[in-house]
């Protein structure tokens, strides 16, 4: 179930388009990689799914409830980059307890387990670096006029 729920995260994105709200690379690839990298999870059945689910999991949670709030109206107990920071935090916390299955000499016998460890390392530090620039850009650096913005997309 938690395969097919990378998919709903689609609807993120499809509902940014709708809102005309500008959508990043970030969010693509993040929503692309997400479904790709569980779906061999499940297909070749990694034992490390635990990590994917689990960590992920806990961020969903507070991502969407900070949506929630949004919708109604309500304002969201915690600072915004909060979960931005969350996800830096579960992409370092999750490569780091993900690599303890190298030192697992039977999972790394099998070259299906060794190509998932592989793709979801690439994929997890592609969103980590990616993460890490939206923070700075964001948080750290300010927000630009949208004179500037509107210059770098043309």
Known sequence: FFFVSKYV???????LILC???VIWLQYL???????DMGMIYHWKVEGAWIFVAFNGIIHTFMYYYYACCIMKWEFPLPKQFITWLQMIQFVTGLGVYGCYY???DYW???????VFF???????????????????TYLQGKKPKSEKTKKIS
């Open 30 to 36: 993040h929503h692309i990689g997400a479904p790709l």
């Open 109 to 115: 016998k099998i070259p299906e387990k060794r190509f």
């Open 119 to 137: 793709f979801t390392y690439a994929y997890v530090l592609m969103n980590l670096f990616m993460f890490i620039n939206f923070f700075r850009t």
């Open 20 to 22: 005309g709200r500008p």
């Open 9 to 15: 995260d689609f609807l993120y994105t499809y509902f």
């Open 103 to 105: 030192f697992v000499e």
